[in-house]
């Protein structure tokens, strides 16, 4: 029984892991079709697209999916079917709720947003489309973590985004050899994908969970509208201002810049992202490994699987540094097609400081799972601030130039003031060590925690 449950946790995590890697390789092969058959104008509005989509799935979440996983994941452990199907409609309706004030408040504000930073290209049906595919995109992310709560990795993983992706690269290839590609169809097929995945996996926990087991109207006070709003709100704010920290450039060269700006500066920003590709799978691994060394006080433990992990992932990341070095030009010609290579300047500048995100290894991870959550949303609210302000001011004396080493640069120092203050709360460090036999016994921890 034992040998069997391990294996599914194995086959969960490295689905997971090639899930992640599988959706940002498709995602950039995606983008590299579509720039060879969009103008420089649509190509700029579906890469803000993209930003927009990611920022409501976000945003609208609300920090309801850590909530899911931390209350259901307790309760389907004590086997309280009531408990989480209160909990599971208390959020759809909180969800419902904030998403119809949303909407009200997007669509008032949609005739500006849409001259300002869509050239006016959409309608109102496309603007109801885009808060659509953000709210599918939230239902997402919070069905992902129900399943995973459950202990549904495989269902879990998938609702990361790989079946979507991989329809739409698979969509973009036929569309674009047999007829003409436009982008309010790509939009509309996006919109289609979403919505059958998500009612796909709707029903099923509907059919499979939903009804099972006795209902009753009682619920203590602690899964109450209030109390599932204020434990959702701190994480809120961190997510709300880590997008903003992550994605406010691009908007902000939109609002004082070209099209082609646009464009040129997200296919740096889409490539380099892949720097930290195996940061973002090494930490779908190791926070259940680092609360669990803390909460037995075992910090040597705790140092070498942070201190390893970066280890790994700055030796990967210096890989893909020192080919982006080299290779810049070419890499983006051919990904992205003729003219993409004159985004080799904003791709070496913002090179340095993913690599430094990198090298850092998790400090954040470290900060959630050892109770110094709210610190880290505190510097990470403060960071972002900073950073929109200077990207402003440096937009418009240094151009798209700028805003490229405000965001390297604070990227750089948002890292490492969150690894210092690690150090000064629990006395480790998470940068990564040398040491051949430590690196081994690394893996050994590794293993035997999954």
Known sequence: MINLIKKRIDFAISFGLVSKVGIAIIGILTLGLLTRFLSIKEAAIFFLFLQAIKFFGVFLTFGYKNVIQK????????QKNNLIRNVIKKVNILLLIKSLIIFVLFIFFWPKLNTTFF????????????????????????LSAYFRSKRDYLSGTILLGLPRDLLILVYVFISSTFYEL???KIINFYFFVSLIIVSYFILQIYSKDFFEGKKTKLCSEEESYSALFFLALPMNIYLLSNIVY???????????LLDIDVALYAAATKLVALLILPLTIINYV????IASSFKRGDLEILELVSRGSAFIVSLAAA??????????????????????????IYLNILVFGYFMSAFCGSPGVVLQMTGSHKILTFI?????????????????????MGVAIVTSLSLFIN????????????????IPFVSISKIREFFKIIRAEI
Do not use: M
């Open 119 to 142: 050239n006016g290209y959409f309608s109102y049906f496309n603007a109801t489309l885009i808060f659509c595919i953000g709210l599918l995109r939230s239902i997402e992310l919070l």
């Open 415 to 430: 890292n490492l003031i969150i690894t210092i203050l690690v150090y000064r709360r629990i006395q480790i460090l998470t």
């Open 286 to 289: 190791i926070p259940s490994v």
């Open 380 to 400: 990470t609210l403060i960071i972002a601030i900073i950073n929109v302000c200077l990207n402003i001011i440096f937009v418009q004396k240094f151009g798209a």
């Open 319 to 344: 890989s893909i540094f020192i080919f982006f070095t080299f290779f810049d030009e070419k890499i983006l010609e051919i990904i992205f097609g003729d003219g993409y290579q004159n985004a080799s």
């Open 182 to 184: 436009t982008l309010h």
């Open 71 to 78: 209350k259901i994941g307790i309760l389907y452990k004590d």
């Open 246 to 256: 992550t994605t406010s450039d691009l908007w902000i060269i939109r609002y004082f």
